[in-house]
C-alpha cells in the first residue's frame, strides 16, 4: 500500500430559503433568527436520520427533541453504538458508512455538530494510529482528520499560534525605573506554540503526526463543551499510545506508537485541563494520571528530555495538589518556632 491516501473532498449541499415577497420591514428582522435556528434544526436531524441507517438503533428521542445535535452529542447509548464501530477491526476504510457520516455531519459547517465529530475524535485518532502501522486501508479516518484539519487551516488563516513570555530585561509596569522604555512592538519574546499550517489533500508519513496534532488542538479549543466519556476515552489511548498495554480484545488497538513532539504537546494540553478542569470529575482525574505516569515512563525510556520536563512537571502538580489538600489549617502545631 502506497504512504499516502487521496481522499476527495464533497462540498455540501447549499440549503436556500425563499424569502418570497416580504417587506423590508421589523417582522423581516423578527423572523431571521427563526430560520437560523430551523436550518440548524433540518441540519441535525438529518444526521440523526443518517445515522439511525448506520447504527442497530437511535433512541426516538433524539428524532423528537427540540435540540437534537446537543442531544445527539450528550446520549451515551448512541456514543457507546459509534465508539463500538470505530473499533472494529475493519473500520477506517474508505467505504466505511460512519467515517462518511462523520466526515458529512463536520461539512455541515453547524457549530454543534462540529463538536459531535469532536466527541469521537479520541477514538478516531487512537485506532487510526494503532492501524496505520499494519497496512490496513484507512482512507475513512483520514478523510475525517483531514476535514478537521483544513477547518483548523482555514480559521487560522495561515498563523502561526505564539504567545509572549515575560522578559526580565524589559522593566515592569508596577515598578518605578531610571531606564528608558523599549520599545516592546520591536522586542518581545515570543514562543511559538503551534506553527504556521500548510494545505493538506493527503496524509503522508512524515506529515501523520502534524495532522493528527491539529485536529487534537482543535478538540482542545472546545473541551470545555465535550463529554466526559470522551475525556476517558482520551486517555485510555494515551496509555496504549505510551506503553501498548490497556485495550480491548483487538490486538490492532494494543500498538505503542512514535510520539513526536507536535503530537505530544497537544495530548498533554488535553491531559492538563483533566487534570484542572473547573468541573473536577474524579474518575477522569484518576484516568489522566495514570495517563501522564504512562507518558513519563515512555519520555524515560527514549530519552526523551522535552517530554520528560513537560510530562514531568504535570506530575509534579499532581503531587502538590495532593500534598495541600492533606494539610488541615485548623490544626495547632505545638512549637516554639514562628514561621513567616
Known amino acids: 500500500m502506497s504512504d499516502e491516501t487521496s481522499t476527495t473532498v464533497t462540498a455540501p449541499s447549499a440549503v ?9 420591514d421589523s417582522s423581516t428582522t423578527l423572523n431571521k433568527p427563526h430560520i437560523r435556528w430551523s436550518d440548524s434544526y433540518t441540519k441535525a436531524h438529518d444526521a440523526i ?11 426516538p428521542s433524539l428524532s423528537s427533541s427540540e435540540t437534537p445535535a446537543a442531544c445527539l452529542l450528550r446520549d451515551t447509548e448512541t456514543a457507546a453504538q459509534i465508539s463500538k464501530l470505530l473499533r472494529q477491526p475493519d473500520s477506517g ?8 457520516w462523520l466526515y458529512d455531519t463536520f461539512q455541515s459547517n453547524e457549530p454543534e455538530l462540529h463538536l459531535v465529530v469532536l466527541r469521537f475524535l479520541p477514538v478516531i485518532a487512537g485506532v487510526y494510529l494503532s492501524k496505520v502501522n499494519l497496512h490496513k486501508p484507512l482512507a475513512g479516518f483520514e478523510a475525517v482528520l483531514l476535514a478537521l484539519y483544513a477547518h483548523e487551516t482555514s480559521s487560522r488563516n495561515s498563523q502561526s499560534i505564539t504567545v509572549n513570555i515575560p522578559d526580565l530585561s524589559h522593566s515592569s509596569i508596577y515598578h518605578e525605573t531610571n531606564k528608558a522604555a523599549k520599545n516592546s512592538a520591536t522586542e518581545l519574546n515570543l514562543a511559538v506554540i503551534s506553527p504556521t499550517l500548510e494545505p493538506y489533500g493527503t496524509v503522508r508519513s512524515m506529515k501523520r503526526g502534524r495532522i493528527v496534532g491539529v485536529a487534537l ?6 473541551i470545555p463543551q465535550i463529554p466526559v466519556e470522551s475525556k476517558l476515552e482520551f486517555c485510555e489511548f494515551c496509555r496504549i499510545w505510551s506503553s501498548g498495554q490497556v485495550g480491548e480484545d483487538n490486538g490492532d488497538l494494543k500498538r505503542r ?5 507536535e503530537l505530544l504537546q497537544p495530548i498533554l494540553r488535553i491531559l492538563g485541563h483533566c487534570l484542572m478542569g473547573h468541573k473536577k470529575d474524579e474518575k477522569l482525574y484518576e484516568s489522566a494520571i495514570g495517563a501522564i505516569g504512562c507518558l513519563y515512563e515512555r519520555a524515560l525510556h527514549d530519552l526523551n528530555t522535552k517530554a520528560m520536563l513537560a510530562t514531568g512537571s504535570l506530575l509534579q502538580l499532581v503531587k502538590l495538589a495532593t500534598e495541600c489538600e492533606d494539610v ?5 502545631t505545638e512549637t516554639n518556632t514562628i514561621t513567616l
Open 328 to 332: 488541615d489549617y485548623t490544626e495547632i
Open 217 to 222: 488542538e482543535l478538540y482542545y479549543t472546545k
Open 49 to 59: 436520520q443518517s445515522l439511525s441507517s448506520i447504527l442497530p438503533s437511535v433512541p
Open 257 to 261: 506508537i512514535h510520539l513526536p513532539w
Open 93 to 100: 476504510a474508505g467505504d466505511d458508512n460512519l467515517c462518511r
Open 16 to 24: 436556500t430559503t425563499d424569502a418570497g415577497d416580504q417587506d423590508t
